[in-house]
């Protein structure tokens, strides 16, 4: 299953407990828009509590790979991004190196070496980041993934090929895979979305989103 998430009913999903960042991480997920913020406003994917993020900003149509105690990130070109369709998102960081990678649809579109800082726990947010009012997303996401490592770009391909069917766990630490009910179900209980990891850093609901079809299923049908 996916989760599909409401603008207008503050939709989201966030971790039980504090999620803490590795000094060097990749973050993987699914994302399908139904519409774009609008007016200069930005939807917010996934967002730590006080640091990383990947989110949509309307005000330049570009996707952002950053980190936010130090405003440096990476940013993509303008308008990669087309409603109604299934888009895969990676960002990368390494606090070593100081880079921020960013692909979409297993294509590198960003990058920077300019980090300037290590990233801090914090809760985890899903269509939404938790230290701010504004930013939930109009749409469905899926298959959420973090690492304790960076990603390659062979790795991060695969990932996108093979749509969750392929076995890259090495360095994996929480998988989410929304699939705790039906389709049009409502989303609802302390810690309902679960942690397919030994990491057992379970989400619970805010606004009451819902269950939607997987991009997974969709993508074998396709098939």
Same mark, same amino acid.
């Given at each position: 299953?996916? /989760?599909?998430?409401?603008?207008a009913s503050?939709?989201?999903?966030?971790t039980?407990?504090?999620?803490? $960042?590795?000094?060097?991480?990749?973050?993987?997920?699914w @994302?399908?828009l +139904?519409?774009?913020p609008? /007016?200069s406003?930005?939807?917010?994917f %996934?967002?730590?509590?006080? #640091?990383?993020?990947i989110?949509?900003?309307?005000v330049?149509n570009?996707?952002r790979?950053?980190?936010l105690t130090?405003?440096?990130?990476a940013?993509?070109?303008a308008?990669?991004?087309?409603?109604?369709?299934?888009?895969?998102?990676?960002?990368?960081?390494s606090?070593i +190196?100081?880079?921020?990678?960013?692909?979409?649809?297993g294509?590198?579109?960003?990058?920077t070496?300019?980090?300037g800082?290590t990233? /801090?726990a914090?809760i985890l947010?899903?269509?939404?980041a938790i230290?701010?009012s504004?930013g939930?997303?109009?749409?469905?996401?899926?298959?959420?993934r973090?690492?304790?490592? %960076?990603?390659s /770009?062979?790795e991060?391909?695969?990932?996108?090929?093979c749509?969750?069917s392929?076995?890259?766990?090495f360095?994996?630490?929480?998988?989410?895979?929304?699939r705790?009910?039906? $389709?049009? %179900?409502?989303i609802?209980?302390?810690g309902?979305v679960? #942690?397919?990891t030994h990491?057992g850093?379970?989400?619970? $609901?805010n606004g009451?989103?819902?269950f939607?079809e997987?991009?997974? %299923?969709?993508?074998?049908?396709a @098939?």
């Amino acid at each position: 299953m996916a /989760a599909r998430f409401t603008k207008a009913s503050n939709q989201w999903l966030q971790t039980v407990s504090s999620f803490t $960042p590795p000094a060097e991480g990749s973050v993987s997920f699914w @994302a399908k828009l +139904t519409s774009f913020p609008g /007016a200069s406003a930005r939807y917010r994917f %996934v967002g730590n509590q006080t #640091d990383f993020e990947i989110a949509y900003y309307d005000v330049d149509n570009t996707i952002r790979y950053q980190f936010l105690t130090t405003g440096a990130g990476a940013v993509s070109a303008a308008d990669l991004l087309s409603l109604e369709v299934w888009h895969h998102f990676v960002g990368t960081y390494s606090t070593i +190196t100081d880079a921020v990678v960013g692909y979409l649809d297993g294509v590198q579109v960003a990058t920077t070496t300019a980090i300037g800082g290590t990233p /801090a726990a914090g809760i985890l947010g899903i269509g939404h980041a938790i230290w701010t009012s504004e930013g939930w997303i109009d749409g469905e996401m899926d298959e959420v993934r973090t690492y304790d490592r %960076v990603l390659s /770009a062979d790795e991060v391909q695969a990932i996108h090929i093979c749509r969750g069917s392929d076995e890259i766990h090495f360095g994996l630490t929480h998988r989410w895979l929304m699939r705790e009910g039906a $389709p049009g %179900v409502t989303i609802s209980g302390v810690g309902v979305v679960k #942690d397919l990891t030994h990491g057992g850093l379970n989400m619970s $609901p805010n606004g009451s989103p819902v269950f939607a079809e997987s991009v997974l %299923v969709q993508r074998r049908r396709a @098939a």
